[in-house]
């Protein structure tokens, strides 16, 4: 795939395993006004161990897509009106249990095998014999087994997405306890089956499913006390660790702060801290670094290529700062009124844009080279996305349109290996079969 | 209503309790019932030198006191009570010259606290109430009356008066200031001291009388208990009074059988007539005349800002007539009272002695003759406004607000403002001499003898005769001042009685009040209660408990 | 060390409060007319009222009337209430448990249903619960509560004869002790369950009359800050951690949304000292309410000054809890700024 | 600076301009409020209560000589609803409860509408002198306000009319001594939130005098929440003005829904339940009907709270 992809932007050469797979994603929002469509059939595939950047001005969408993954659209007024977004999680590699074998590509974990068929192949899985979910049909208690362990996200401005009622340590504590409550309870020395109401009530605590009575007999019982003590502390290192990895000084005190007690550079290391907790297979990154200093902005891109790197997870970044993009992934979706308008390797979109769209985006950076007072621009404004008809969605702005824009929708088709684009300058031949779809 | 249903709930409660209690054992021995009396005011202080009359005190003082003489259930006629015998002219006991009084007492009476009662305590009783001379008390009755007393011997006592006076021993019965405390136990606790009032005597009774005071929760509830040892006829229950409840919620606890009595008034005799196990007991009349005052004795510049009336206006008798006649009596009676009540001529109330009916009252509404008076006045045209001050909230109010509307149907032109304020602005109001109000309502004090009356409300000398300056009113002052004199010192029954009459008759020409009515004594009882009687010369409310028997 | 100095501070003004309160009571009663009316019988004469006058120094000039009464009151004398024709001091112990007992019940009654209807009504945003309970909020906060009340008793008494009105039966009150005032603590205390059920079965309707309103506002306001609070990225940080809904509503959603709330409880306690006399009336509940109703009518003026005091000192002092409460639920609170 | 003198004279323009938005901005905020059915609802009901008032001389015989007495009819005491002359039933002392609720609607309006604007004027000035003034005066004007915050407000209305006597004259001046504070508070609030604002200190640098700053710059700015306030206060003030001659502060007779709901209690442990349910259901339907159009308001000025 991309032969020419830099060392510093993978360590290690990837087969291409898709891990995620988005097809005909639709995402309405009801109004008052109308139906509007911010996401109207999106396709896009995610490579394990891959950066894939999600660009596009504010309202395309890139953001409801991001979102799409950990289903946390409000619905109504969302409404999910079609598509699929395939997720393939991962395990631990049978063979090397994590150290990294041959089988795995050193990464130390393999897709999960189909839990019908137990690897073999059936028709669940299309033969494949990977377990593969559909994020937008699964259970809701499923989806939560997924969220924050395997699919984390990183939102956009950690002063709003941290509790500011609750310590750093009670929040980050939340997803161990959530996902990992099997092992603190193994670090206290209660078997998963251990029987007994003693061990029940510590088990309900230790997955916060605890009754009203269950924190009374902790501070009743001396024995149960001491157990207790040992999950929490067992809890607080794995907090511990997980601050300093993100190269948190002092997190012992940090875990004791409130969010509004940190900078905003440590909160969003926090943030970062709280979706790596688990090791999850995929991050979504929501414009992780908009509401930063450009100062922190740089040192915490670095840490998020470095501790992606150094996992192996795949990460959706979604961005509408270009250069950042171009810095970080290792391809590119380009994003236009809920669609998805042009994809592909990030040197060669970059160096080779091919939609009208994606070469305004471009030309619109400022670079070292730009005169002063010559910023480009898009001309025209994004359209209104409610109720769209059979028609191109840049027609309006595009220099280039011309007959088919207006009256026929162009889809994604490639152009050359590993990259995508719609656009009838690139594919005359009418396929508006989207149009009459 | 649907009252049935409410009491279907109440077995269970009361099984329940029922059971607790027998099994503390807190029911177990008392054979004696209580009656509960639900009561209107509860008493500001027990000491009879201090308690108002009328006040909540003097119902309780009444039942742990004796008085030397009593009134019985039937008549106004007096009976021998701490004094063997009533004094008389033909029994000798009063002197040929009408002036000194000698009590026989009673002997081998002892006080609650167990001392001997004897002629000392009554002496003591009688100085104590004078010497400290309360504001709040009636002290007055006897120290304006007694020029002397004396102690002959251990049981008995004499008196000596400043003048002939019919009425007196109409004052060795008041429960307030004629009561008879030990005198023992006064000392042993304070003592007497002028205008200071007696703490241990408030709030501890100790009396001779056929009840003792047995526990008083302030705000709640105060609990007599029958005094065994007492020398007449022994009381049947306990009696509890239970306070702080509005007249209306009173009349519930009766229907729902918490209450054996209740103090009421007629207008709330409607919801309980018919009601199972309440009797309502409607006979006879208070001896409170419902009055409203007309003050001729105004000083320049005090009126409320809106009255128009000069301030001789009442001077006018044409006026106070017309006032009289343009009153709707039937809606007062018949209305507000619904029908408890009975238009009531001047100050010499139905059912005290001398009441003449044969003379004319003010009983119907005369709207023509009202007129024809206030034209004749010269007020007709121009018309008036005058502010009526009264107690807010009322009955008295009610009164007003007939007259108010009596008034002002009559002539668009005629306004009366009806000023209701608060009970302590209106005592206030009233404390003022001279009283900064052209009209007010209320109702008068209880007396047992006319010439309480005739001395206190028609008088020109008299205690509202010289704030109200009746003087400048009456046709001939002297003249009614010399009758109502007469009729006080007249000891001759019959005579007496025509000059009552007569004195009916001059006030009806020459009216100093407007009186809406006499009001009804009615009041309603659960059936257990036997023996009920009501005698409006006992204290409110007109009971005396040692006389009922509760049966259950 | 933050929140203690701004108690202190608190609790240091409160007193400065309550003196500028009692003076401005009090020198509007004594504009209005000296108190002397509720000492007096409408017969006395001038020489008597002069008399009662010394007695309690309402001779003297103002200023100096203020400084006995202040000196009464330092003294635990509050005066003589003519309603209750007994010291105030006597008095007013029971009266206070009886209000009392009936306010907490209904600010129990307030507090718990209002954010149980808030947290049910904000989560079903939109949805019939919610439009049910914005009705009824609005509803019952333009609700007249005597009115309220008297509909209740139409209904419940005088129908339905389902509850009593006022505070107790005779019969079982008198058969228990009364250590404290509570009828419901001195029951617990007594071991009397008869007891218990009939100081419960009186406290009903006084109780949901009283607690209505503030159900309404609370719930208001619950429902409101809870569909903010909703709409914040950390409830869906909450859920991206894979907590179940439960969680993220009880621990985060609902935990800041009480934030606001709080603040409206406070207003809540005003709302409840003020119905207090409007129930109390109505359902003949022996407290301070009815006695201040019955003061304020008869022109009793020590009752009115020791229950304005009162009602304020508690006033205070519950909005003080309530600042404490609001800085304990949210640490960016930095209170007395 | 005179503004004559003054040669960075603000042009006359702008202002034109900003009173063209502010009328255009009226008519939008006008179509917002209609636009809510609860909001519509409720200024029916006001239109209606306002009519009753307006028509009462019509719509009943007024009572000789002042209409705002109850009329007695002292042969019919008590009277269930249905009965001839008296459709809702009559009182204890004979009133028409129809009367009551007719001419109680007079009563209430003048009581909501004295009481407003009295207190929004005297609130608005003493707020705004605290907030423009600043400093010591602000102080001690806060220093007052905190001394009458530290009563609930009924308690002190109820403690000062109960001193100034029972009638209805009293209730209203009561009141208007209790309710400014709030309006002082809000509005100094928001007279030192607007004063921050760029345009204000914009307009100081150009000269103008601080009155004219006030009146233009900052009043207009800072009276949303004062409007909103005072629209809710017109029914909580009849509310807390009905308890008020509910508990016996009112002169008996008056036509006011308040002594209406209090005469009659006493009558419905007997089952008379007229004459308290009538009068008392107007006063919810007239608090509820600036509730709702308070909150309409609300939600119109600061969409913030939409849909809440």
């Not at chain 1, 937008?136 to 087994?145: E, K, P, V, Y």
């Not at chain 3, 009464?72 to 206070?96: C, I, N, T």
């Not at chain 3, 600042?323 to 640490?331: F, N, S, V």
């Not at chain 4, 636009?35 to 519509?40: F, G, R």
């Amino acid at each position: 795939m991309s032969m020419e992809m830099s060392d510093t932007k993978s360590a290690r050469p990837v087969t291409p395993v898709t891990i995620a797979s988005v097809r005909g994603l639709k995402v309405h929002f009801q109004s008052k006004a109308g139906r509007v469509h911010a996401v109207d059939g999106v396709d896009f595939d995610v490579r394990d161990g891959e950066t894939l950047g999600l660009v596009g001005e504010t309202g395309c969408g890139k953001s409801v897509t991001g979102r799409a993954f950990l289903r946390l659209l409000p619905v109504p007024p969302g409404i999910l009106a079609g598509g699929s977004v395939m997720f393939r999680p991962q395990t631990t590699c049978p063979d090397c249990q994590g150290d990294g074998c041959e089988r795995c590509d050193d990464s130390g974990r393999r897709p999960a095998p189909c839990p019908k068929c137990r690897g073999q192949g059936c028709t669940t899985c299309d033969q494949t014999g990977i377990e593969s979910l559909d994020l937008l049909t699964i259970s809701d208690a499923r989806m939560r087994d997924i969220r924050g362990d395997r699919i984390a996200m990183i939102f956009q401005d950690p002063s709003k997405a941290l509790n500011p009622t609750l310590t750093i340590g009670e929040q980050l504590g939340e997803v161990f306890l959530q996902h990992r409550h099997a092992d603190l309870l193994a670090a206290a020395g209660i078997a998963e089956d251990q029987p007994g109401w003693q061990a029940s009530a510590l088990r309900r605590l230790a997955s916060q499913q605890d009754r009203g009575t269950d924190r009374l007999l902790v501070k009743l019982s001396g024995a149960m006390r001491r157990k207790h003590r040992a999950i929490r502390q067992a809890l607080d290192e794995r907090i511990a660790a997980a601050l300093s990895e993100t190269q948190i000084p002092n997190p012992q005190r940090v875990m004791q702060s409130f969010p509004h007690e940190l900078s905003g550079g440590m909160r969003q290391r926090v943030m970062i801290a709280q979706a790596l907790a688990c090791d999850p297979d995929l991050i979504i990154a929501d414009e992780p670094t908009t509401a930063l200093d450009v100062t922190v902005q740089a040192r915490i891109l670095d840490l998020v290529r470095q501790l992606q790197t150094s996992r192996g997870s795949s990460v959706i970044y979604i961005s509408h700062d270009l250069s950042v993009v171009r810095h970080i992934c290792d391809r590119v979706a380009v994003m236009y009124a809920g669609r998805v308008v042009e994809i592909g390797d990030v040197e060669q979109l970059f160096t080779n844009p091919r939609h009208p769209y994606t070469q305004g985006l471009l030309a619109a950076v400022p670079t070292t080279r730009t005169p002063r007072g010559q910023l480009a621009a898009i001309p025209g404004s994004v359209p209104e996305l409610i109720d769209p008809g059979p028609s191109c969605r840049f027609a309006d702005r595009c220099a280039k349109a011309h007959g088919p824009c207006a009256s026929h929708d162009p889809a994604l088709q490639p152009v050359s290996a590993g990259h995508d684009v719609a656009c009838f300058l690139e594919h005359p031949i009418t396929t508006a079969s989207r149009a009459r779809a | 209503m649907n009252f049935e249903r409410r009491l279907e709930l109440r077995p269970l409660v009361v099984t329940t309790a029922i059971g607790l209690l027998f099994a503390t054992g807190a029911f177990a021995q008392d054979m004696r019932d209580t009656i509960v009396h639900g009561a209107d005011e509860e008493p500001a202080t027990l000491d009879p030198s201090q308690v108002e009359p009328g006040a909540g005190g003097e119902a309780v003082i009444f039942h742990v006191y004796d008085r030397l003489l009593t009134v019985g259930a039937d008549s106004a006629d007096l009976l021998p009570s701490l004094a063997t015998e009533v004094p008389t002219r033909d029994n000798g006991l009063i002197s040929e010259d009408g002036l000194t009084y000698t009590f026989p007492l009673r002997e081998g009476v002892v006080f609650h606290d167990g001392t001997p009662f004897t002629a000392d305590d009554v002496m003591y009783s009688w100085d104590r109430v004078i010497e400290m001379a309360m504001p709040e008390g009636a002290s007055d009755i006897l120290s304006d009356k007694i020029a002397e007393m004396r102690v002959v011997d251990d049981f008995t006592f004499e008196v000596t008066l400043n003048q002939i006076d019919a009425s007196f021993l109409y004052s060795s019965v008041l429960p307030m200031t004629a009561s008879i405390v030990s005198q023992d136990a006064v000392e042993a606790n304070g003592g007497v001291a002028e205008g200071e009032p007696n703490e241990f005597l408030s709030g501890n009774p100790v009396g001779t009388g056929p009840y003792q005071l047995a526990g008083w929760n302030r705000t709640e509830n105060l609990t007599i208990e029958v005094n065994d040892g007492y020398w007449g006829t022994p009381a049947f229950d306990n009696v509890r009074w239970e306070f702080g409840l509005d007249p209306d919620v009173r009349v519930l606890g009766l229907r729902a059988g918490e209450f054996d009595t209740v103090e009421t008034d007629p207008s709330y005799i409607a919801d309980l007539e018919g009601v199972e196990g309440v009797i309502v007991y409607g006979e006879g009349l208070l001896l409170e005349p419902l009055h409203i005052g007309f003050n001729l004795n105004i000083p320049e510049g005090v009126l409320p800002s809106g009255d128009t009336i000069p301030l001789d206006f009442f001077h006018d008798v044409r006026i106070r007539k017309a006032f009289n006649y343009a009153f709707d009596y039937n809606a007062f009676v018949n209305g507000a009272l619904a029908g408890f009540g009975q238009v009531n001529p001047h100050y010499v109330p139905i059912g005290v002695f001398g009441y003449d009916p044969e003379a004319p009252i003010y009983d119907t509404q005369d709207l023509a003759e009202a007129e024809r008076l206030f034209r004749e006045a010269g007020v007709w045209d121009e018309g008036f406004t005058v502010s009526v001050v009264v107690e807010s909230g009322s009955l008295f109010e009610i009164q007003c607000l007939i007259l108010k509307d009596s008034i002002e149907r009559l002539n668009p032109n005629f306004r009366i403002n009806v000023a209701g304020v608060a009970e302590a602005v209106f005592d206030e109001a009233l404390a003022q001499s001279p009283v900064e109000y052209a009209m007010w309502a209320k109702n008068g004090d209880p007396a047992a003898d006319p010439s309480a009356y005739l001395e206190t409300y028609a008088h020109p000398d008299g205690e509202w005769g010289e704030v109200h300056g009746f003087a400048n009113g009456y046709a001939d002052p002297e003249a009614v001042g010399a009758l109502i004199d007469a009729i006080a010192q007249e000891l001759d029954p019959a005579t007496r009685a025509d000059l009552i009459g007569e004195a009916q008759r001059v006030l009806y020409d020459d009216p100093m009040w407007l009186i809406g009515a006499q009001e009804g004594a009615v009041t309603a009882y659960r059936d257990t209660i036997k023996g009920m009687v009501i005698q409006p010369l006992w204290p409110r409310p007109s009971m005396n408990f040692a006389l009922y028997d509760k049966q259950n | 060390m933050q929140l203690r100095d701004y108690i202190i501070r608190r609790l240091i003004v409160l007193p400065i409060l309550l003196l500028g309160v009692s003076i401005i009571v009090f020198s509007l009663t004594r504009i209005a007319g000296s108190p002397v009316g509720v000492y007096l019988s409408h017969e006395m004469s001038a020489a008597e009222v002069l008399q009662i006058e010394q007695r309690f120094n309402l001779d003297k000039p103002l200023p100096v009337q203020y400084f006995y009464w202040l000196k009464g009151v330092f003294q635990g004398d509050f005066g003589w209430s003519g309603v209750a024709s007994a010291p105030v001091a006597d008095v007013f112990p029971a009266k206070f448990a009886a209000t009392m007992e009936l306010s907490i019940t209904s600010a129990i009654v307030a507090v718990a249903l209002g954010l149980w209807l808030g947290t049910y009504a904000g989560v079903r945003r939109n949805k019939m619960p919610d439009h049910i309970t914005r009705i009824v909020a609005v509803s019952a906060a333009s609700l007249p509560l005597f009115w309220f009340g008297i509909l209740l008793l139409i209904v419940f008494w005088a129908n339905l004869g389902w509850f009593p009105v006022g505070r107790s039966t005779n019969d079982i009150w008198e058969s228990i002790a009364h250590p404290t005032g509570f009828y419901i603590i001195d029951s617990i205390l007594a071991g009397s369950l008869t007891a218990l059920l009939d100081a419960l079965w009186h406290l009903v309707l006084p109780s949901i009359t009283l607690g209505f309103g503030g159900v309404a506002i609370i719930a208001r306001m619950m429902r409101s800050s809870l569909i903010e609070e909703l709409q914040q990225d950390y409830v869906d940080a909450a859920r991206a951690k894979g907590l179940p809904e439960r969680l993220v509503l009880k621990r985060h959603a609902k935990r800041n949304a009480l934030v606001p709330t709080v603040t409206v409880i406070g207003l809540t306690i005003a709302f409840l000292m003020q119905g207090a006399i409007a129930a109390e009336i109505i359902f003949r509940w022996p407290g301070l309410g009815r006695w201040m109703a019955d003061a304020v009518v008869r022109g009793d003026q020590a009752t009115i000054m020791t229950y304005v005091l009162f009602t304020s000192v508690l006033f205070l002092l519950a909005n003080l809890v309530v600042d404490i409460i609001y800085a304990k639920l949210d640490p960016r609170v930095r209170l007395g700024d | 600076m005179t503004d004559a003198s003054s040669p960075l004279r603000r042009p006359s323009l702008p202002r034109e301009t900003a009173l063209r938005v502010r009328m255009r901005r009226s008519g939008e905020l006008a179509v917002k409020i209609l636009s809510n059915p609860t909001t519509i609802f409720g200024f029916v009901i006001i239109l209606l209560m306002l009519s009753m008032a307006l028509f009462a001389p019509w719509l009943t015989t007024p009572n000789a000589p002042d209409p705002y007495q109850m009329p007695r009819d002292w042969g019919a005491l008590r009277m269930p609803p249905g009965t001839p002359n008296h459709p809702l039933g009559t009182t204890n002392t004979g009133g028409d409860v129809l009367y009551g609720i007719i001419w109680g609607s007079r009563t209430s309006l003048q009581l909501s509408i004295i009481v407003v604007s009295v207190t929004v004027v005297i609130g608005t000035a003493i707020g705004s002198i605290a907030g423009m003034v600043g400093g010591k005066i602000d102080e001690i004007l806060m220093r007052i306000v905190d001394v009458f915050l530290s009563i609930p407000e009924l308690i002190f209305a109820l403690a000062i009319a109960a001193i100034l006597g029972p009638s209805f004259t009293n209730i209203i001046l009561s009141l208007c001594l209790v309710f400014w504070v709030k309006y002082a508070r809000i509005m100094r609030a928001q007279i030192i939130l607007v004063k921050q604002n760029d345009y204000v200190d914009a307009a100081r640098i150009m000269g103008d005098s601080r009155l004219n700053i006030y009146f233009r710059d900052i009043l207009p700015n800072a009276a949303t929440p004062v409007i909103v306030q005072a629209t809710l206060d017109m029914g909580a003030i009849v509310l807390i003005g009905a308890t008020l001659s509910f508990i016996g502060l009112a002169e008996s007779g008056i036509a006011e829904w308040g002594v209406l709901v209090s005469e009659g209690q006493a009558g419905i442990a007997s089952g008379r339940w007229w004459a308290s349910t009538f009068p008392g259901l107007m006063i919810f339907l007239w608090a509820l009907a600036f509730n709702l159009v308070g909150d309409g308001l609300r939600d119109a000025l600061d969409p913030r709270t939409e849909g809440r």
